[in-house]
């Protein structure tokens, strides 16, 4: 793990655990001595937790543009505040959700043009990509289920089983366009199980080649 630098993110459908175990992943690094910022999104600013309630509020309806733009105003906030300073001064960023979300949801749930979604990134985090992410795939009903465990019902929760599929499908589409950096992990096993794997691939990559 020498050499360890740049964005991993966690991505994967509701329930599926990435909170945990981008967490879990945080500990173990810090325990070795790196120097690590924990974000999510949308949020992770004072600006931009505010459009995150804005967005997850259950009653209200809105444009699929609107969202969009709402994520990448969240993002651009982020960015700007909080992930480049991280960068610069060589701290590892975890995020929870970054621009994969975006295209998952946005764009194969919602249905807006792929293109529309990589100019916003041109824009908005120009030559800013995950090193390395980690795609929690689960099943959809099997994560909506542990989410209504949790009582999280927001307005993406309350979208239909089709629509998480949808989102599902993305998700696994972009990991099969960039295995290189998107590593799927069965996540319907236990926490422990999970975090074991992901500190394996963790300590068997190595971050000198431009990783
Ligand atoms: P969370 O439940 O992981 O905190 O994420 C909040 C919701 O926002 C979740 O339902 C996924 C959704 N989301 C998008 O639709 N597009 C995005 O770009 C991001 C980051 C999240």
Redesign the pocket.
Known sequence: MQGLRGIISFEGI?GSGK?TQARLLAGYLRDRGYDVLET???GGTRIGEKIRRL??EPQNHMEPLAELLL?YSSRAQLVKEVIEPAIRRGTVVIT??FTD??VA??GYARGIDLRIINTLNEIVVPGIRPSLTFLLDIDVKEGLRRNRHARKE?R?ELEAVEFHNRVRRGFLDIAGREPERVKVIDASRTPAEVGLEIRKIMEGLSWRSGR
């Open positions: 509701e909170t999510a999104e949308p967005l997850l994520y929870d959700r979300s975006t949801y946005q927001d993406f």
